[in-house]
């Protein structure tokens, strides 16, 4: 189909939709518009919310932060791609595993750092430095046992700025009060988490309140709303840059949109970013003023080149 431009009411309806997990494709016969009009909104909200939450998500005043990694693939599980994986003679870079990092603030359950990238210690400590500039004052901050975080946090908040904690999750096969192994019939095999084992890597934290269980309940309603994250399904990203700006614009919702159900508001609002939630026209005035400012500088930049 033509581009289309859509009434803000329908833009809105499109957000709703593809935040419930819906693929671009079930989306365009839903509300009779192209794939590629779909597109476009995934990517203009994504790029505003991206732009509009780094200048916002400043000087915040947390207490205990959560760090860790969600996997999904670009284009095609790594195990999978052909061989060799280069394009013109360089290895392909866009395509392959991905891990999505974010930070939340256990309390007002704010995401309020995430990146895109490989599980590698370049995007590690981008992703840990982009956490500090972010946060006001000392902080609690509990991440799983994956090697690179305590060198990260070490580099990027010292030993003054955080006690920082991990928590080991145990899984094993569950067993019955006496010790023996439970016989689960059809769900023979499944394993639950038997313990936790949480150890102080800087200062003292506490280590009753040190866990990741918040980070992961994100990531949880990330792989069930957004429809990239679903497993063994054909709605993964094809393309690295559409994938960064529909987890921005995801991760936005979530933040200004969604009312946490134990809070009985919006992480932003809980956090003090925002004085009441928003609605998706909201959001589609904000795109929309995104886009326009875009413009403008734009034409600023090439009339000041003309003037040369």
Same mark, same amino acid.
């Not at 499109?14 to 009779?32: D, N, Q, S, Y």
């Not at 359950?109 to 990146?115: A, E, G, I, Q």
């Not at 509990?142 to 991990?166: I, L, M």
């Not at 939630?277 to 009339?303: C, I, Q, S």
């Given at each position: *189909? !033509?581009?289309?431009? %859509? ?8 957000? !709703? ?6 693929? +671009? ?5 839903? #509300? ?9 909104? +995934? ?11 780094? !200048?916002? #998500? ?16 670009? @284009?095609?599980?790594? @195990? ?23 930070? +939340?603030?256990?309390?007002?359950? %704010?995401? #309020?750092?995430?990146?895109? @990238?490989?599980?590698? *210690? ?35 908040? $010292? ?11 145990? #899984? $094993? ?19 639950? *988490? ?7 890597? +800087? $200062? ?15 990531? %949880?309603?990330?792989?069930? $709303? ?6 063994? @399904?054909?709605?993964?990203s094809k393309d690295l840059e559409t994938h960064k700006l529909a987890v921005a614009m995801f991760l936005g919702v979530y933040n200004f949109v969604r009312k946490h159900k134990t809070l009985g508001m919006t992480p932003a609002v809980a956090a003090g970013v925002e004085y009441e939630a928003w609605d998706l026209e909201r959001v589609v005035e904000m795109t929309g003023d995104y886009l326009r400012k875009k413009e403008d500088a734009k034409f600023e930049r090439a009339f000041a080149e003309l003037q040369c």
């Amino acid at each position: *189909m !033509a581009y289309q431009k %859509l009434s803000n009411e329908k833009t809105a309806l499109v957000l !709703a939709a593809l935040c419930e997990g819906t693929p +671009i494709r079930a989306c365009a016969r839903m #509300f009779k518009v192209g794939k590629d009009t779909i597109h476009r909104v +995934i990517c203009e909200t994504g790029e505003a919310f991206a732009d509009y939450m780094d !200048a916002e #998500f400043r000087d915040l005043s947390c207490v205990r932060i959560e760090m860790d990694e969600q996997w999904q693939y670009v @284009g095609c599980h790594a @195990g999978r791609m052909p061989k060799p994986t280069t394009v013109y003679g360089k290895r392909d870079e866009t395509r392959g595993d991905f891990w999505l990092w974010a930070c +939340i603030d256990a309390d007002t359950k %704010l995401v #309020f750092s995430h990146r895109v @990238g490989k599980r590698d *210690m370049h995007t590690g400590r981008t992703f840990v430095e982009d956490v500090r500039a972010r946060v006001n004052g000392p902080v609690q901050i509990a991440t799983d046992n994956f090697k690179q975080y305590p060198w990260h946090v070490r580099a990027a908040f $010292g030993y003054e700025g955080c006690s920082y904690g991990t928590e080991t999750k145990i #899984f $094993g096969e569950p067993e019955l009060l006496d010790g023996t192994l439970a016989r689960l019939g059809k769900n023979e095999g499944v394993r639950k *988490m038997k313990t936790a084992e949480r150890e102080a890597v +800087i $200062g003292s934290p506490d280590l009753a309140s040190v866990t990741t269980s918040h980070i992961e309940r994100a990531f %949880l309603t990330v792989r069930q $709303g957004l429809k990239r994250f679903q497993r063994k @399904g054909l709605g993964y990203s094809k393309d690295l840059e559409t994938h960064k700006l529909a987890v921005a614009m995801f991760l936005g919702v979530y933040n200004f949109v969604r009312k946490h159900k134990t809070l009985g508001m919006t992480p932003a609002v809980a956090a003090g970013v925002e004085y009441e939630a928003w609605d998706l026209e909201r959001v589609v005035e904000m795109t929309g003023d995104y886009l326009r400012k875009k413009e403008d500088a734009k034409f600023e930049r090439a009339f000041a080149e003309l003037q040369c």
